[in-house]
């Protein structure tokens, strides 16, 4: 199975476990392959009295993990070895792993749980050809947070609401761990409750780092001074360095005049939207095309200045960030 056809670990079925067929995860992303552990965990416990060994990549050596994988209890009628970290398996012990797939036990499942793989190495084509492969990889936008959301929210007993759905989206990280985290807060938060609305969103994330953000980002787009001194403010106080409130600044009036520069370059909105703004959030980009609306392109090029001058200060002066901060978000607003 190569990897591009692989299933990611979002459709990764539970009812597919069977003893003696290994899973290899590949990618980055940590709470992925928890997910999928522990489900086989779960699932294999069920089916048989599995013993469970977890041993790490960079520290077994090479004896014994030939013993891990070839000596069983008397008293347990299956195994489940978890191998983490196996990016960083010595020569020797990847070897020893790949020569395990010429002969599996059928009463053994080997998880292999690894950042990434060298199909250049014999060990890893073995280990690749004889494993169910998963893919692991974090969130690469927020569509696929909302596929994540669905199928948790079906786990869970609960609904969303769409506009519900649409800032839960906006306002958490781009990080499935994260996302977690957040949802089961939420869960708390309506209890017996079974649809969760957008106000006990906001509730519940109306003070988070990105939320704040998003909203930042929304009064700039909409020239409303006052709420982007106090989505700035709540920023601060949700532990952001000045520094970082700054870059955001940047960040957002760079996507602004590259929208006004498409449009100028005669790009319909259709396009602008799927095709030149990829980097900003799916489900924020309608809302950018209208932030762009409220400015023009010599007003971009004044606050770029405005933007540089608040820079040299920042570097130089002895002020007070947050003061320097709020004496640039002014100087903006009135361009």
């Known amino acids: 199975m190569n990897e591009a056809s692989s299933p990611t670990a979002l459709d990764f079925n539970i009812h597919s476990i069977k003893l003696g067929v290994s899973y290899l995860l590949i990618g980055t992303d940590s709470y992925l392959s928890d997910v999928v552990t522990d489900k086989l965990k779960a699932k294999l416990k069920q089916t048989a009295d599995v ?11 090479s004896s014994d993990l030939a013993e891990q994988l070839d000596t069983f209890s008397i008293f347990s009628s299956a195994k489940l070895v978890i191998i983490r970290n196996a990016e960083k398996l010595g020569t020797k012990e990847l070897a020893i792993l790949g020569d395990y797939f010429d002969s599996p036990s059928d009463i053994q499942t080997v998880v292999i749980v690894t950042d990434k793989i060298d199909i250049r190495f014999t060990a890893w084509k073995k280990i690749k050809a004889g494993c169910d492969n998963i893919l692991c990889e974090p969130p690469r936008y927020g569509g696929a947070i909302r596929s994540w959301l669905d199928k948790d929210l079906k786990e869970r007993g609960k609904t969303m609401t769409p506009r519900a759905i649409e800032e839960f989206v906006n306002r ?31 509730k519940s994330l109306g003070t988070t780092r990105i939320g704040t953000l ?74 950018f095309m209208e932030f762009a609306r409220q400015y023009s392109l010599s007003s971009i090029e004044r606050i770029f200045s405005i933007l540089m001058e608040t820079d040299a200060q920042y570097k130089l002066s002895v002020a007070d960030p947050q003061v320097l901060l709020s004496a640039c978000l002014i100087k903006i607003m009135d361009t």
């Open 214 to 287: 998003i909203d930042f980002y929304r009064a700039l787009g909409k020239r409303q001074t006052k709420q982007a001194l106090e989505a700035m403010d709540k920023m601060i106080m949700a532990d952001w360095e000045p520094l970082q409130v700054f870059f955001q600044f940047q960040k957002f009036y760079h996507s602004i005049w590259r929208i006004i520069l498409l449009r100028k370059a005669h790009r319909s909105d259709n396009e602008i939207l799927t095709k030149y703004i990829m980097d900003i959030y799916a489900t924020q980009r309608k809302e």
């Open 51 to 61: 013993d469970i060994f977890i041993i790490y990549g960079d520290s077994i050596k």
């Open 172 to 202: 958490i990280e781009l990080d499935y761990y994260s996302a977690a985290n957040e949802l089961t807060k939420l869960d708390l938060l309506v209890g017996k409750n079974k649809s969760i609305t957008e106000i006990d969103v906001l």
